[in-house]
């Protein structure tokens, strides 16, 4: 990409990247949660690509290391609803008791679920990009 | 309630735009254009969780669409000349609009009218029966927690699907035989 596109990008990734993990911090506060923030952070790591290539954003962070995370996000989720069947039931809320409504902890498990959700969209939409972009790649090579 | 339908006419003149191009980049911001205007009815509707998550997952479909079309010509596209198909659509249409006629003779009722008992409980028990102050959030991520984990089961497989049939290996294995596969 050109100059100008890489000094923008430098300039505004780290504010895309903090917005999508405000936006998933306060799932539970304000409009959002897990799947939109986990896309804005996706869409952040999809701009590094866009901008400066694969091999700077595969050093930040690859697709291994993405398909890693989405399944970690996806057993942290797991996990969450099975935790519930100890005190009530799945998906019980299992800590809501603390924590007053409105502040950044409370609302119990709503919060490391959105987190979970974050780490399966994020790594998940980021994944399916490299897919693309990779195979692109290979047929622009294949033609020249 | 106006400016709802200017939006909905906005969207179909998109969606007609977008099917009818030659272009394909063209078609693409014509799909984006979609996307943008049901992100802007569902803020007009009060629903801004829904609206954000449309306006991002917009962005992140028509990026992708435009890495995925851009400097590819794909010549192929369905000729207009099919007059079966066109019948065919305009008969549906018809049956679906003289279906509903039927169905509803007073016509629909006002848009969230007959609320469900279950949709008064969730606003009025969310704040203390979770603590979550989003009360979308409250339902998605509590009440119907199973609804997100289907969710984000149907993510997974559509991951490793892409994953499954866009992987290198496959493509570089199939490269003497690549002219069959067009």
């Not at chain 1, 993405?66 to 969450?80: D, P, R, S, Y």
């Not at chain 2, 990026?63 to 995925?68: D, K, P, S």
């Not at chain 2, 007059?83 to 018809?94: Q, Y």
Request: net charge negative.
């Amino acid at each position: 990409m050109t100059l100008i596109v890489r000094t923008v990008t430098r300039l505004t990734i780290g504010l895309i990247l903090l917005y999508g993990l405000y936006i998933v911090l306060h799932g539970h506060l304000t409009p959002g949660g897990g799947f939109a923030g986990g896309v804005i952070v996706a869409l952040s790591f999809i701009n590094l690509t866009l901008a400066f290539g694969g091999k700077t954003s595969a050093g930040v962070f690859s697709g291994e290391s993405a398909h890693l995370v989405e399944a970690l996000g996806a057993i942290m989720f797991l996990a969450l609803a099975l935790l519930g069947l100890q005190w009530g039931g799945f998906f019980d809320n299992f800590i809501h008791a603390d924590g007053e409504p409105g502040m950044l902890v409370s609302a119990g498990i709503i919060p490391l679920a959105n987190i979970a959700i974050l780490l399966k969209v994020g790594a998940g939409i980021f994944s399916i990009f490299l897919a693309l972009i990779v195979v692109q790649n290979f047929e622009e090579g294949d033609r020249q | 309630m106006i400016e709802l339908y200017v939006l909905l006419g906005l969207m179909i003149a998109g969606a007609v735009i977008a099917v009818e191009v030659k272009d394909l980049l063209s078609a693409v911001i014509a799909v984006g254009v979609v996307g943008l205007a049901l992100s802007i009815a569902f803020l007009l509707l009060r629903a801004p969780d829904v609206a954000i998550t449309q306006i991002v997952v917009e962005i992140a479909a028509v990026i992708l669409l435009i890495r995925a079309t851009l400097n590819r010509d794909i010549s192929s596209r369905p000729s207009a000349g099919r007059p079966f198909g066109a019948v065919m659509g305009l008969a549906f249409l018809g049956l679906g609009v003289l279906a509903s006629l039927t169905a509803f003779p007073e016509g629909l009722s006002p848009f969230g009218s007959p609320l469900m008992t279950v949709s008064a409980f969730y606003p009025a028990d969310a704040m203390s029966g979770t603590g979550a102050t989003n009360v979308v959030s409250a339902v998605i991520l509590d009440y119907r927690g199973y609804d997100t984990l289907g969710e984000a089961t149907v993510l997974f497989t559509a991951v490793v699907g892409v994953l499954a049939v866009m992987r290198a290996t496959g493509r570089r294995d199939a490269e003497g035989s690549g002219e069959s596969h067009g």
